[in-house]
């Protein structure tokens, strides 16, 4: 059983920046893929990025393109999501999520492992 807890949500100026975390509490970290979703009031949860385990290989969601880098550290079991040129939109509670041995896909059902959430709040 793989338990996550994220960090680093919080209130931030349209175009600042945060650095989401997800640290999980299982040993063999290195060998699940993870994803970054979101969920804003009202809408459905949404892929944002993922990382690949073993080629570490990242794939991110259009809209996030070039403003957001996922990111993992296998000696800490930690994974991140550093955010940069937030725009209000960007306003959501984003999860951490994972999955053992597959490959990075958009579909929230393919990931057997979910935190808690942080909320994210741009004003714009």
């Known amino acids: 059983q793989v338990q996550l807890v994220e960090s680093g949500g919080g209130l931030v100026q349209a175009g600042g920046s945060l650095r989401l975390s997800c640290a999980a509490s299982?040993?063999?970290?290195?060998?699940?893929?993870m994803g970054w979703f979101r969920q804003a009031p009202g809408k459905e949860r949404e892929f944002v990025a993922g990382?690949?385990?073993?080629?570490?290989?990242?794939y991110y969601t259009d809209s996030v393109k070039g403003r957001f880098t996922i990111s993992r550290d296998n000696a800490k079991n930690t994974l991140y999501l550093q955010m940069n040129s937030l725009k209000s939109e960007d306003t959501a509670v984003y999860y951490c999520a994972a999955r053992q041995f597959g490959a990075v896909t958009t579909r929230k059902n393919d990931y057997n492992y979910w935190g808690q959430g942080t909320q994210v709040t741009v004003s714009s």
């Open positions: 990382i690949r385990w073993g080629s570490s290989s990242t």
């Open positions: 299982e040993r063999t970290f290195s060998s699940y893929t």
